[in-house]
């Protein structure tokens, strides 16, 4: 995402982890390509290439409902034109949500489960999809998008556990969207019934927005964490199909209660399928081994409707 | 800061809807539970918008209050946050609005 303005049509690049192969992910699209390019000057349109006389940068967005884009400074030019309104109607996320339709809807033909991986950051993502690599991939083949700002991290570690992996680095973006995964995924190839997981960015609060065409938003809510983090992120608990309380190895050194933090998961989201695991000692592993068996059993069904 | 990301596809959506004339208003509807703050809306909404058709528009945002009808006993009851419950004490309900995050309309330029 650029960071001058915040489109998306800078920063992103992709990396396939397996062949080096890297490129830029024009995520959103430039604003329709009128007289806002980014070329190799380096964003310079933030600093004053479209300036005018009258403008000037200015305090914005105090006013909870209305914003200017840009104030004119008392000039008054709209005095000779006439005003016409256009009905949309639309979702803003219209867009990411048609390139989401058009990404389940060739993993389903591809009888391939993809599921969205989402947490604060330092849940154990990572950790925990190095101990499913370990345990599953003589199972079934096993693919991975890994989402993050900066570094590929991540996804040297998911390569060294054995699963082939595209790199995803935001740059600025605090979440994945579904141009990236349609990106990703023509490069990964993930197989015919495969098991995907898309590793977002950590973060509890964007990736609850946008849909990225995934079977199912899996969060991992830890025992480091608060019991009320799904009460103060309810947006991201409400979205899941599941919830992956993860560190339970740690709970004799900790004041945490469980039963609390379950009571707290339910309240947001009466119908999501807890499982309690430790990544790291492979404890309760089997429960959520037995869920994806069960999502791919689902998946495989659809495909023959 | 998803807003960012939802304020460049307010402006890709209007400068298309636009087709070619000057944008002056952006009504857009945000619902109380939609997980965007009209205020990251509106903070983000100038400099996204420079350099494009949309730049002189001013953006109306409409915020919806939530509202939900009980499914155990069938009042309408407002939901200002997630965790609401309807005054007859179940969580069983159906969110009737208060998720919306549209672009309603534009309002354009026409050369007189």
Known sequence: MCTSCGCQGQGTTMTNLQTGARAEIAALPEHDGVAHSHGSHGHGHFHGEHHHADDEHHAHGHDHSHAHARDRGGHDHAHEHSHHRVDLETRILAKNDAIAAKCRAWLAGREIVALNLVSSPGAGKTTLLERVIADLSGELPLFVIEGDQATSNDGERIRAAGAPVVQVNTGTGCHLDAEMIARALSELKPSVGSLLFIENVGNLVCPALFDLGEHAKAVIFSTTEGEDKPLKYPHMFSAAKLVIFNKIDLLPHLDFSVERARENILRVNPDVEIVEVSAKTGAGMQTLYDWIRAQRTAVKEQALV | ?112
């Open chain 2, 1 to 112: 800061m998803h807003e960012l990301s939802i304020v460049c596809s307010i402006v890709e959506l209007a400068s298309q809807a636009a087709e070619g004339r000057s944008v002056r208003r952006v009504t857009i509807e945000i619902g109380t539970l939609s997980g965007v703050e009209p205020e990251a809306v509106a903070f983000c909404f100038p400099e996204v918008a420079r350099g494009t058709p949309v730049e002189d528009a001013t953006l109306d945002i409409r915020e919806i209050d939530a509202k939900a009808r009980c499914e155990v006993c069938g009042a309408e009851f407002p939901t200002p946050d997630m965790l609401s419950a309807c005054p007859c004490g179940s969580r069983q309900f159906q969110r009737l609005r208060g998720e919306e995050l549209n672009i309603k309309s534009i309002e354009v330029e026409e050369a007189a």
